[in-house]
Nanobody, 123 residues
Framework: QVRLVESGGDLVQPGGSLRLSCAASGFTLDDYALSWFRQAPGKEREGVSCISTNGGTTYYSDSLKGRFTISRDNAKNTLFLQMNTLKSEDTAVYYC????????????????WGQGTQVSVSS
């Protein structure tokens, strides 16, 4: 059974940090570009970051301004997102997704999705 399972979401104060993880089972992540998307209440799902199959290329939403770092450990079949200097506008459900074609910003291009993990930033 193919699964992506996110973890690490939490309630954090503005300025705080979180590290999200996405563990894959039932398939190997090596052949997939991996992305993080997020969806805030009442808003469309948006791309946050993407990493190529070997980790050599990364992409970030312009709005993040260097606060987030995406990484992957293919040996552990896991994707990560380090989020620093969190702001209230980062509050959303964060999803990981796998794309056999490569990094794209369109959610419809992705083959597999996790169920999401809630990140809430509030004082």
């Amino acid at each position: 059974q193919v699964r992506l399972v996110e973890s690490g979401g939490d309630l954090v104060q503005p300025g705080g940090s979180l590290r999200l993880s996405c563990a894959a089972s039932g398939f190997t992540l090596d052949d997939y570009a991996l992305s993080w998307f997020r969806q805030a209440p009442g808003k469309e799902r948006e791309g946050v970051s993407c990493i190529s199959t070997n980790g050599g290329t990364t992409y970030y939403s312009d709005s993040l301004k260097g606060r987030f770092t995406i990484s992957r450990d293919n040996a552990k079949n896991t994707l990560f997102l380090q989020m620093n200097t969190l702001k209230s506008e980062d509050t959303a459900v964060y999803y990981c997704a796998a794309n056999s074609v490569g990094c794209t910003s369109w959610p419809g291009d992705y083959d597999y999705w996790g169920q999401g993990t809630q990140v809430s930033v509030s004082s």
